[in-house]
């Protein structure tokens, strides 16, 4: 390690750390659009005074900068930035010394004493430069300005002629900045691109764990070049076009397809891939994506007959890509093969995924790009990407996916759109975040000052929650204080009512071994096969039986509709009597309208969806002095799950002691496409890269490692049977940990070494011992710091930072991560070891109900609407 981050914000709506570096050359895209605004002046670059360079040098100082000084040059395009520390300036405050006193003194002169002043230390003043000036023309239409005072450090830019349907005859600015320190200059760089309103489109990707969707931001084609309310597309429609253009479909194919969503402009996320794959591979690790796409990865299956070709092709649907992504040996068992010079080479699903979602993010992103350029077809291009992940992602992720993401526009600026995508910028967002800026975004929402607001966004494959405090005097100048997330939303309560449809069979069977070997061998046989079209129709009716869930008051009778339902002669007890199969238990499903919490399967998934979000969010509101919570915004389509909302808002209130009605729950409509609104939005800041804040946990024991606190009491009180016991179990070891929210610069560094660090999802240790190494009498001080390598933990005394150790996650796969994990990826994968409902040996046979009158209508507050057709969740 050897540089210094310097905190800089980009056009007043990006913040980023720049890594000045002794000899610069990097692979990342240092790429930045600029929408030129109808302003007469905007900021390029600025850098707050309040901030401070941080040393990744050893043996050296943080510099404020309010102690730099500055020098700014501008030649060919480029700006360059000159950084030096300003040269202190002494002034000597120590006053003049009154006369001795006299030796002696008698009562009298004590009266007149005056005892001899404290000299006071001197004050150094650095002293700041004050500039304004003009740096040339950056273009035809714009030109550059310099400004430096006691506030901020900027390169400005405004307009010299009025922007109209001419385009700029200059684009790019490259801007350098060198911080000189102890006679070692440091630099790096940036590249904006000054776009045209003509040429600039904004596109925001949501690639969600159920359905996904874009929206586009533009400006009118005419002599007023406004800007216009991001439009929604469909991507849907897109991507069936996409595959029309290409030859993929028949130009008039007019079946339905599984992906499509009705009454909606989602794209439902049903992925398929060969497990023969053809194409030519020159490198298989080194290339980026499928090849043959047509041939090998389906991304639209029709209703009619499509399953049943894709299983007789071998084709095999792929599991959650967001939820998977650390988890990749969960599915070693499913191979594929790419041949090469005659010889089959084997390949992992984790040696092939990521080339899997490279493809289908370029087809998404392909599929508009098409229609952008036939509607416009001499049109050029400044692209901007927003891609909303979830929180699970670490920095490693978030690094991947965008260096991923520049090489698909870097693909297609190289071929099919040369000459037409001129330049772009890339960056991802939290999926939590987003939602907040696009609910503060709403015309009837009140949002107060220095406040702390938090998101809780449960889609279907994650939960992700963010606090974010707004500004003391713009509620826009958002900080973000904690974001977090896990595994487990909608899903996972879809794997409680196929754990209720188990335990059901179980009971309702005469033997308990014979319902365990029929649920294997005629149920969990069929789901972990390629056997697509029943895999599905299963998962289809328990996701419709969820949407129609009922609550306690009416369980009885829903059960009485269970014990006498048929598929002909057959009802749920004679399965196994008669040994029918999956197909007679698909019937029987459909032949149900509703589903109630039997067992407690159900309730105890919200208790822990609930649970595990509110206690992560305890530990700021318990040790963040100044946390206030203003507001709770609860979005994501889990949420569309009476049951889940009444438990999230029951352990908020309980636990964080807000009331009720801070508590917003977005409508229906506003559940998924809030979040992909708001990040158009460029009066709002955001710190893309940055994937969490730290918290450390101090744990009691001395030793080399840190290790884990007793065992205590579960709470909220569980069936010891229960599959989140162990996790609900690990969640309150954090009650009897000591705590230290590490981005207060307040780290216990006398207990580091019995510290873990919680960031974002993950769970962090220090490597190495040589940053424990201390000199006797030594006053040490330790803080965690964000690079895009990662997190690093720098240890100072007297302000020199004279040891810096990385961070490294600490690896929990095997053990509770995958009780998240498995329920989430169901139906794709399935371990017995997770199934609750086999493993149990409490489940005895017991007698029919007798007939009960079906429920009807919605008698419960817990129930969902049933009404409508069902929107999966």
């Given at each position: 390690?050897?540089?210094?981050?310097?905190?800089?914000?980009?056009?007043?709506?990006?913040?980023?750390l720049l890594e000045l570096v002794e000899q610069y050359s990097t692979t990342r895209n240092n790429s930045y659009i600029i929408e030129v605004p109808s302003l007469t002046s905007f900021n390029l670059l600025t850098l707050l005074r309040e901030n401070t360079i941080k040393t990744f040098v050893e043996q050296s100082r943080d510099i404020p900068l309010q102690q730099i000084e500055t020098e700014c040059t501008f030649m060919n395009g480029i700006v360059t930035l000159r950084l030096f520390e300003a040269v202190p300036l002494y002034i000597n405050n120590t006053p003049e010394e009154p006369a001795a006193p006299k030796e002696k003194l008698s009562y009298e002169d004590l009266e007149d004493f005056k005892p001899k002043a404290k000299v006071q230390q001197e004050e150094v003043f650095t002293p700041v430069t004050e500039r304004n000036e003009q740096l040339g023309h950056a273009n035809s239409h714009l030109a550059l300005m310099f400004e430096a005072n006691r506030h901020a450090i900027s390169v400005k830019s405004r307009q010299i002629r009025e922007i109209?349907?001419?385009?700029?005859?200059?684009?790019?600015?490259?801007?350098?900045?060198?911080?000189?320190?102890?006679?070692?200059?440091?630099?790096?760089?940036?590249?904006?691109?000054?776009?045209?309103?003509?040429?600039?489109?904004?596109?925001?990707?949501?690639?969600?764990?159920?359905?996904?969707?874009?929206?586009?931001?533009?400006?009118?084609?005419?002599?007023?070049?406004?800007?216009?309310?991001?439009?929604?597309?469909?991507?849907?429609?897109?991507?069936?076009?996409?595959?029309?253009?290409?030859?993929?479909?028949?130009?008039?194919?007019?079946?339905?397809?599984?992906?499509?969503?009705?009454?909606?402009?989602?794209?439902?996320?049903?992925?398929?891939?060969?497990?023969?794959?053809?194409?030519?591979?020159?490198?298989?690790?080194?290339?980026?994506?499928?090849?043959?796409?047509?041939?090998?990865?389906?991304?639209?299956?029709?209703?009619?007959?499509?399953?049943?070709?894709?299983?007789?092709?071998?084709?095999?649907?792929?599991?959650?890509?967001?939820?998977?992504?650390?988890?990749?040996?969960?599915?070693?068992?499913?191979?594929?093969?790419?041949?090469?010079?005659?010889?089959?080479?084997?390949?992992?699903?984790?040696?092939?995924?990521?080339?899997?979602?490279?493809?289908?993010?370029?087809?998404?992103?392909?599929?508009?790009?098409?229609?952008?350029?036939?509607?416009?077809?001499?049109?050029?291009?400044?692209?901007?990407?927003?891609?909303?992940?979830?929180?699970?992602?670490?920095?490693?992720?978030?690094?991947?996916?965008?260096?991923?993401?520049?090489?698909?526009?870097?693909?297609?600026?190289?071929?099919?759109?040369?000459?037409?995508?001129?330049?772009?910028?890339?960056?991802?967002?939290?999926?939590?975040?987003?939602?907040?800026?696009?609910?503060?975004?709403?015309?009837?929402?009140?949002?107060?000052?220095?406040?702390?607001?938090?998101?809780?966004?449960?889609?279907?494959?994650?939960?992700?929650?963010?606090?974010?405090?707004?500004?003391?005097?713009?509620?826009?100048?958002?900080?973000?204080?904690?974001?977090?997330?896990?595994?487990?939303?909608?899903?996972?309560?879809?794997?409680?009512?196929?754990?209720?449809?188990?335990?059901?069979?179980?009971?309702?069977?005469?033997?308990?071994?014979?319902?365990?070997?029929?649920?294997?061998?005629?149920?969990?046989?069929?789901?972990?096969?390629?056997?697509?079209?029943?895999?599905?129709?299963?998962?289809?009716?328990?996701?419709?039986?969820?949407?129609?869930?009922?609550?306690?008051?009416?369980?009885?009778?829903?059960?009485?509709?269970?014990?006498?339902?048929?598929?002909?002669?057959?009802?749920?007890?004679?399965?196994?009597?008669?040994?029918?199969?999956?197909?007679?238990?698909?019937?029987?499903?459909?032949?149900?309208?509703?589903?109630?919490?039997?067992?407690?399967?159900?309730?105890?998934?919200?208790?822990?969806?609930?649970?595990?979000?509110?206690?992560?969010?305890?530990?700021?509101?318990?040790?963040?002095?100044?946390?206030?919570?203003?507001?709770?915004?609860?979005?994501?389509?889990?949420?569309?799950?009476?049951?889940?909302?009444?438990?999230?808002?029951?352990?908020?209130?309980?636990?964080?002691?807000?009331?009720?009605?801070?508590?917003?729950?977005?409508?229906?409509?506003?559940?998924?496409?809030?979040?992909?609104?708001?990040?158009?939005?460029?009066?709002?800041?955001?710190?893309?890269?940055?994937?969490?804040?730290?918290?450390?946990?101090?744990?009691?024991?001395?030793?080399?490692?840190?290790?884990?606190?007793?065992?205590?009491?579960?709470?909220?009180?569980?069936?010891?049977?229960?599959?989140?016991?162990?996790?609900?179990?690990?969640?309150?070891?954090?009650?009897?940990?000591?705590?230290?929210?590490?981005?207060?610069?307040?780290?216990?560094?006398?207990?580091?070494?019995?510290?873990?660090?919680?960031?974002?999802?993950?769970?962090?240790?220090i490597a190495g011992n040589d940053i424990f190494q201390r000199q006797p009498g030594v006053n040490y001080e330790a803080n965690v710091e964000f690079t895009h390598k990662g997190y690093y933990i720098r240890r100072k005394h007297n302000g020199i930072v004279d040891s810096i150790a990385p961070m490294k996650v600490i690896d929990d796969t095997e053990h509770n991560d995958l009780s998240l994990v498995v329920p989430s990826l169901f139906p794709n994968y399935i371990d017995e070891k997770y199934l609750n409902s086999l493993e149990r040996d409490d489940?005895?046979?017991?007698?029919?109900?007798?007939?009960?009158?079906?429920?009807?209508?919605?008698?419960?507050?817990?129930?969902?609407?049933?009404?409508?057709?069902?929107?999966?969740?």
């Amino acid at each position: 390690m050897n540089f210094y981050s310097l905190p800089i914000i980009i056009n007043d709506r990006r913040e980023m750390l720049l890594e000045l570096v002794e000899q610069y050359s990097t692979t990342r895209n240092n790429s930045y659009i600029i929408e030129v605004p109808s302003l007469t002046s905007f900021n390029l670059l600025t850098l707050l005074r309040e901030n401070t360079i941080k040393t990744f040098v050893e043996q050296s100082r943080d510099i404020p900068l309010q102690q730099i000084e500055t020098e700014c040059t501008f030649m060919n395009g480029i700006v360059t930035l000159r950084l030096f520390e300003a040269v202190p300036l002494y002034i000597n405050n120590t006053p003049e010394e009154p006369a001795a006193p006299k030796e002696k003194l008698s009562y009298e002169d004590l009266e007149d004493f005056k005892p001899k002043a404290k000299v006071q230390q001197e004050e150094v003043f650095t002293p700041v430069t004050e500039r304004n000036e003009q740096l040339g023309h950056a273009n035809s239409h714009l030109a550059l300005m310099f400004e430096a005072n006691r506030h901020a450090i900027s390169v400005k830019s405004r307009q010299i002629r009025e922007i109209n349907q001419e385009l700029f005859d200059q684009n790019k600015l490259t801007i350098r900045v060198v911080l000189e320190v102890n006679q070692q200059s440091y630099s790096s760089h940036i590249d904006l691109y000054l776009s045209h309103p003509a040429q600039f489109i904004g596109i925001a990707l949501d690639f969600g764990s159920e359905s996904s969707q874009m929206a586009v931001k533009r400006y009118t084609n005419d002599f007023n070049l406004l800007e216009k309310k991001p439009e929604i597309e469909n991507l849907f429609r897109n991507i069936v076009s996409f595959h029309k253009s290409n030859g993929w479909l028949e130009q008039n194919e007019t079946v339905d397809f599984y992906q499509e969503e009705k009454n909606t402009n989602f794209y439902k996320s049903l992925f398929f891939l060969k497990e023969q794959l053809s194409g030519h591979y020159e490198d298989i690790d080194k290339e980026v994506f499928i090849q043959d796409v047509k041939d090998n990865l389906k991304m639209l299956v029709n209703t009619k007959d499509g399953f049943n070709t894709l299983t007789r092709q071998k084709f095999h649907q792929l599991p959650n890509l967001k939820i998977i992504h650390k988890h990749e040996d969960l599915l070693n068992g499913i191979s594929f093969e790419i041949e090469k010079q005659g010889y089959g080479i084997p390949i992992k699903l984790s040696e092939i995924k990521q080339k899997v979602y490279n493809t289908i993010l370029q087809v998404m992103i392909a599929s508009f790009l098409k229609k952008e350029f036939i509607r416009y077809n001499n049109a050029t291009r400044y692209i901007r990407l927003m891609l909303l992940v979830p929180n699970i992602y670490d920095t490693n992720d978030i690094n991947y996916i965008q260096h991923q993401l520049n090489n698909i526009f870097k693909e297609l600026s190289e071929n099919e759109y040369r000459d037409k995508i001129l330049a772009w910028e890339v960056l991802t967002i939290s999926e939590s975040d987003a939602s907040f800026i696009g609910y503060i975004n709403k015309n009837n929402t009140q949002i107060q000052k220095d406040r702390d607001y938090i998101i809780i966004d449960s889609g279907k494959g994650t939960t992700d929650f963010s606090i974010i405090r707004t500004g003391k005097g713009n509620i826009f100048d958002l900080k973000p204080v904690y974001r977090n997330g896990f595994s487990g939303a909608g899903n996972m309560i879809t794997y409680a009512v196929f754990e209720t449809l188990l335990h059901y069979i179980r009971q309702t069977a005469h033997t308990s071994q014979s319902s365990i070997k029929y649920i294997k061998d005629k149920v969990v046989r069929i789901l972990t096969s390629d056997d697509l079209e029943r895999k599905n129709n299963l998962y289809s009716e328990l996701e419709r039986l969820k949407f129609n869930y009922k609550g306690a008051n009416v369980k009885a009778q829903v059960r009485g509709t269970w014990d006498n339902a048929k598929s002909g002669d057959i009802g749920f007890k004679d399965l196994i009597e008669f040994g029918d199969g999956i197909n007679t238990l698909i019937s029987l499903l459909n032949g149900i309208e509703n589903v109630a919490d039997f067992y407690n399967y159900i309730g105890e998934t919200c208790d822990f969806i609930a649970g595990s979000t509110v206690s992560y969010l305890k530990l700021i509101k318990d040790n963040k002095k100044d946390f206030n919570c203003a507001g709770i915004i609860l979005t994501g389509r889990s949420f569309m799950f009476k049951p889940l909302v009444e438990k999230m808002k029951e352990t908020l209130v309980q636990q964080l002691g807000v009331r009720e009605e801070q508590i917003n729950l977005l409508s229906s409509n506003e559940l998924k496409d809030i979040c992909i609104k708001g990040v158009f939005n460029n009066s709002i800041r955001l710190n893309a890269e940055m994937t969490g804040y730290p918290i450390q946990l101090i744990f009691g024991t001395e030793s080399n490692e840190p290790v884990a606190a007793p065992p205590v009491e579960k709470k909220p009180v569980i069936s010891r049977k229960s599959l989140f016991a162990r996790l609900f179990n690990d969640l309150n070891t954090f009650d009897k940990v000591e705590k230290v929210l590490a981005f207060d610069n307040n780290l216990n560094f006398d207990k580091l070494q019995t510290s873990q660090f919680l960031i974002g999802s993950k769970t962090y240790r220090i490597a190495g011992n040589d940053i424990f190494q201390r000199q006797p009498g030594v006053n040490y001080e330790a803080n965690v710091e964000f690079t895009h390598k990662g997190y690093y933990i720098r240890r100072k005394h007297n302000g020199i930072v004279d040891s810096i150790a990385p961070m490294k996650v600490i690896d929990d796969t095997e053990h509770n991560d995958l009780s998240l994990v498995v329920p989430s990826l169901f139906p794709n994968y399935i371990d017995e070891k997770y199934l609750n409902s086999l493993e149990r040996d409490d489940i005895v046979p017991e007698p029919s109900a007798g007939p009960v009158t079906p429920a009807s209508g919605n008698t419960s507050g817990n129930d969902n609407s049933s009404g409508q057709n069902p929107l999966y969740f």
